[in-house]
């Protein structure tokens, strides 16, 4: 088992180096490849860690450095980890970018930072996220200014402006008074439009379920529900980030009945 553990490793370097000698960051064959590795993104962390470690000349590669933040993000969602784990992945990714200095030059790169960066929020503390929100909120309001027709931009912002509604009044006020204040406004409507935007430019079950959450937040079940079918329609091609969502829709959907038949 050992043995073949080890083998699996060694393909999955040279395929690695394959791709990053060889073929374009955003080809299409090398986003296909990733995509298949992705479906282990543990393995692809070690065969990528381990080419860094050994290699001075990859050390530097921003294409390297952009790979693995982006399994490192896909570990943050792998169902049995715990959430300091989750926590730990998501940071990785974060660094991984910062160390490539891709983000401030390439918009599949700042997406993921701001990905990463929303995620985050979960394992904030309320003072650390009032703090976050209102960051990402202005830098993503000025980022669709500039990019309309940016699916990701657009997708993240109406995620961000949909987790306003976890924080009660109670926790608004300590806000207001004691650390950033968070927006008072129900965003859910304009959550609404980024996200019918994102969908009609590069559809995926991450924006479909964030699509049903900001039906139901307006009180749209029916387009909810065909959201949630819609979500659920896709097969699944990034392992642990597609079931993910996937996942939740079909808790989301759950809740719904539920509730009704109360």
Not at 56 to 68: A, C, E, G, M, N
Not at 166 to 192: G, H, M, Q, V, W
Not at 207 to 226: E, M, P, S
Not at 255 to 262: A, E, G, I, R, V
Request: charged share 20%; aromatic share 12%; with cysteine.
């Amino acid at each position: 088992m050992q043995k073949k553990k080890k083998g699996s490793q060694f393909v999955s370097i040279v395929l690695c180096l394959f791709v990053l000698l060889f073929l374009p960051l955003d080809s299409l064959n090398s986003q296909q490849f990733m995509a298949q590795q992705h479906n282990d993104p543990d393995t692809l962390v070690d065969s990528l860690l381990t080419i860094t470690n050994s290699n001075p000349h990859f050390s530097d590669s921003t294409r390297l450095k952009f790979q693995l933040a982006q399994s490192f993000f896909l570990l943050s969602f792998k169902p049995q980890s715990s959430a300091p784990e989750k926590e730990a992945a998501l940071k990785q990714c974060i660094s991984w970018l910062d160390s490539s200095n891709q983000a401030s030059s390439d918009s599949h790169a700042n997406a993921l930072m701001l990905r990463a960066k929303v995620q985050l929020l979960t394992y904030r503390n309320l003072e650390e996220a009032s703090l976050s929100i209102d960051m990402l909120k202005r830098e993503l309001e000025n980022l669709i200014k500039e990019y309309p027709l940016n699916a990701y931009y657009n997708a993240i912002y109406g995620e961000l402006l949909l987790s306003l509604k976890r924080f009660n009044n109670i926790e608004k006020i300590l806000c207001k008074y004691f650390f950033t204040p968070l927006p008072e406004k129900d965003y859910s409507e304009t959550a609404l439009l980024h996200l019918l935007q994102a969908k009609h430019l590069e559809p995926s079950p991450y924006i479909y379920f964030l699509l049903a959450k900001a039906y139901f937040a307006v009180g749209n079940h029916r387009d909810a529900l065909l959201s949630i079918k819609s979500c659920l329609s896709f097969e699944p091609i990034q392992m642990y980030l597609d079931h993910y969502y996937q996942s939740k829709a079909k808790a989301l959907r759950q809740d719904y009945f539920d509730n009704q038949n109360k």
